[in-house]
């Protein structure tokens, strides 16, 4: 039934005019028409990112949206240079380089919003 529909991350934030600074200016996301002004309804890939004001953002402790990137390592040098800065996790098995953890073949960097949500870059 939702096998061939796209399915889109919703975020919750406190202050929607910030998120709209952070995923416009530091993403580079574009904002497309929404709903109403207090939702904000971002281009990423061939699917939607929605974002909204609520009183429980940052309450999530797990990844809230992920991207699949060709290069992570490239990407989280283009994120540091607008300003993001990534988060270190303790996995077992799993080897921190720099900002990169490095899953055998796999690869990832974690990074939050000004509202905690986390958010992750992952290689394809």
Request: hydrophobic letters at 40%; proline letters at 5%.
């Amino acid at each position: 039934m939702l096998d061939s529909i796209e399915a889109h991350a919703t975020l919750a934030v406190v202050d929607i005019d910030r998120a709209k600074r952070f995923y416009e200016g530091k993403l580079g996301l574009k904002a497309l028409p929404g709903p109403e002004p207090t939702v904000l309804v971002l281009k990423t890939g061939s699917t939607k990112m929605i974002v909204y004001p609520s009183e429980y953002a940052g309450t999530n402790k797990a990844t809230a949206a992920t991207w699949t990137v060709k290069d992570v390592e490239r990407t989280v040098k283009e994120l540091k240079s607008r300003g993001i800065t990534f988060e270190h996790y303790d996995f077992p098995g799993v080897k921190l380089q720099g900002d990169v953890h490095v899953i055998g073949k796999s690869k990832a960097a974690w990074f939050k919003d000004p509202d905690g949500n986390i958010l992750a870059i992952v290689s394809e």
